[in-house]
């Protein structure tokens, strides 16, 4: 079963690019890899999915190589409003029942 | 706002109470969740509906009892629970069956439940 691992936290500062790395060595064939964005006290928000190569929307930007064992998702220019958790999703990865991975704590300093 | 909502926004119940949480969609997504999170944990999956059927249910004790009376809505009963049960109840929907994973999900901002 995929698992995932992510950095537990992460900082930056305003207007810097910032990249989160999620490895995912035993990704399925049909598996996706999605990722959201948390606030405290709210749901996670899709920021975006992709399966392969390169995915970009208006928020940010995901790198899949080819072997697909991890992605990079790639905020641009942050803002303090991008603090937040970023979680890795890859299918059902259901280790110990924990979809979600434990997630990266991003905290942008001005 | 999100399009999935989530009633109510806090619960406080004593352990030998039954309430119900809502949650309601219509985007016409087939498939819908409840996750259970605890504070600086990640959400843990613990039923999925795929039209209008339970399809997963993570071992989840028998006080919290699922029910889908149709394609937009979502109720979690809730009966006999534990203090530790406290915790942010979030509903989620998406396109196509939920049995994959692979659909994005869309989530309500949750109920905030305690238990004394």
């Known amino acids: 079963l995929a698992k995932t691992t992510q950095p537990i936290s992460m900082d930056s500062y305003e207007g810097q690019e910032v990249n989160i790395t999620c490895s995912h060595n035993?990704?399925?064939?049909?598996?996706?890899i999605t990722w959201y964005q948390q606030f405290p006290s709210q749901g996670p928000r899709f920021i975006i999915q992709?399966?392969?190569t390169k995915v970009t929307n208006e928020v940010a930007s995901l790198f899949i190589p080819a072997d697909r064992k991890s992605s990079t998702l790639s905020l641009p220019r942050v803002s303090l409003s991008d603090t937040a958790v970023y979680y890795c999703?890859?299918?059902?990865?259901?280790?110990?029942?924990?979809?979600f991975g434990k997630g990266t704590r991003l905290h942008i300093l001005p | 706002d999100t399009e999935v909502t989530q009633t109510p926004k806090h619960l406080v119940m004593g352990m030998t109470n039954k309430k119900s949480l809502k949650c309601e969609q219509h985007m016409g997504h087939r498939a819908m969740y409840w996750y259970k999170q605890k504070a600086k944990k990640p959400p843990e999956l613990m039923f999925v509906y795929s039209y209008e059927k339970l399809s997963i249910n993570e071992s989840v004790p028998s006080r919290f009892s699922p029910e889908c009376p149709n394609s937009s809505l979502l109720n979690l009963h809730l009966h006999a629970l534990q203090p530790e049960d406290s915790a942010l109840y979030l509903c989620?929907?998406?396109?196509?069956?939920?049995?994959?994973?692979?659909?994005?999900?869309?989530f309500g901002d949750g109920t905030r439940l305690s238990i004394l």
């Open positions: 035993n990704i399925a064939t049909n598996d996706y």
């Open positions: 989620a929907s998406s396109q196509g069956s939920g049995i994959s994973g692979n659909q994005p999900q869309h």
């Open positions: 999703l890859v299918g059902w990865n259901r280790d110990d029942k924990i979809i």
């Open positions: 992709g399966y392969k």
